[in-house]
Antibody, heavy 118, light 108 residues
Framework: QVQLQESGPGLVKPSETLSLTCTVS????????WTWIRQPAGKELEWIGR???????NYNPSLKSRVTVSVDTSKKQVSLKLNSVTAADTAMYYC????????????WGRGTMVTVSS | EIVMTQSPATLSVSPGERATLSCRAS??????LAWYRQKPGQAPRLLIY???TRATGIPARFNGSGSGTEFTLTISSLQSEDSALYFC??????????FGQGTKLEIK
């Protein structure tokens, strides 16, 4: 079955760029929306942004100026870059899949913890 | 931003009984609501979408209901494996969306 695996540095320094990768296995990356979601400790999940397999993107307005999501269909990978990070960006980061028929996220990764600290 | 409020924060129910979890939206989300279950260290799993449609592989003892601002997830014949965090998700303005803070279900 389709599985998502997030990967990337667990520690990022303030003002630097957070970079994560989501690798899709067991299924196609095409014709789906690939989304990044995060959850700071003790808080609700927050939608960060998404990319369609064709490359079109949408971002949370609150993060739009700092976020870039990209896709490499040949590698079956989706990437997240969040620049100028602060301690407020410390969170568990999830990758998830959605399609335009059910709109909800039908497949999620287990998440990767990112801490912003010097 | 649409705020999703779940209640109770923690629910303790005996095996075999029924659990009722609530999710309230700060404004109408029609039927654009999903429920997920997350166990520690595992990926969240989609249970219900469209407020009442079970996702693939989800047994019939999971039922979602409601529309507008009030939603309920009912889990009958509780099993120990149902111990988890359950959270709701509204997507009426897809892709913009928000989530509830979750209800922790304990099977005592």
């Amino acid at each position: 079955q389709v599985q998502l695996q997030e990967s990337g540095p667990g520690l990022v320094k303030p003002s630097e760029t957070l970079s994560l990768t989501c690798t899709v296995s067991g299924g196609s990356i095409n014709n789906y929306y690939w989304t990044w979601i995060r959850q700071p400790a003790g808080k609700e999940l927050e939608w960060i942004g998404r990319i369609y397999s064709s490359g079109s993107t949408n971002y949370n307005p609150s993060l739009k100026s700092r976020v870039t999501v990209s896709v490499d269909t040949s590698k079956k990978q989706v990437s997240l870059k969040l620049n100028s990070v602060t301690a407020a960006d410390t969170a568990m980061y999830y990758c998830a899949r959605a399609d335009s028929t059910i709109y909800a996220f039908d497949i999620w990764g287990r998440g990767t913890m990112v801490t912003v600290s010097s | 931003e649409i705020v999703m409020t779940q209640s109770p924060a923690t629910l303790s129910v005996s095996p075999g009984e029924r659990a009722t979890l609530s999710c309230r939206a700060s404004q109408s989300v029609s039927s654009d609501l999903a429920w997920y279950r997350q166990k520690p260290g595992q990926a969240p799993r989609l249970l219900i979408y469209g407020a009442s449609t079970r996702a693939t592989g989800i047994p019939a003892r999971f039922n979602g209901s409601g529309s507008g601002t009030e939603f309920t997830l009912t889990i009958s014949s509780l099993q120990s494996e149902d111990s988890a965090l359950y959270f709701c998700h509204q997507y009426i303005y897809w892709p913009l969306c928000t989530f509830g803070q979750g209800t922790k279900l304990e099977i005592k």
